[in-house]
Nanobody, 114 residues
Framework: QVQLVESGGGLVQAGGSLRLSCAAS????????MAWHRQAPGKQREWVAI???????TYANSVKERFTISRDNAKNTVYLQMNSLKPEDTAVYYC????????WGQGTQVTVSS
């Protein structure tokens, strides 16, 4: 079955960096558009970044110029490099595989202290 496993979350001070990874299995990774979403406490889940099968990237305005999404099809992994983190970036971060059906990971907690 399809599995998406996120890792790399943790506690970091404002201005710091983290790199999230999402390892996929059970699907043909290279044929899926991949995305990162996040959900802060008491808020709806929101889209953060997306990377297509061709490598085209798009970002939410709130993370543009700070976050970078990338993928390694040989490793079936998508990454989210997060720089200049702010307390408002605190959330559970989820990766999603997008095609005919969407698949979600279980999430990884990112906490940014002020």
């Amino acid at each position: 079955q399809v599995q998406l496993v996120e890792s790399g979350g943790g506690l970091v001070q404002a201005g710091g960096s983290l790199r999230l990874s999402c390892a996929a299995s059970g699907l043909t990774f290279s044929t899926y558009t991949m995305a990162w979403h996040r959900q802060a406490p008491g808020k709806q889940r929101e889209w953060v970044a997306i990377i297509t099968t061709a490598g085209t990237t798009t970002y939410a305005n709130s993370v543009k110029e700070r976050f970078t999404i990338s993928r390694d099809n040989a490793k079936n992994t998508v990454y989210l490099q997060m720089n200049s983190l702010k307390p408002e970036d605190t959330a559970v971060y989820y990766c999603k595989a997008v095609r005919r059906y969407d698949y979600w990971g279980q999430g990884t907690q990112v906490t940014v202290s002020s």
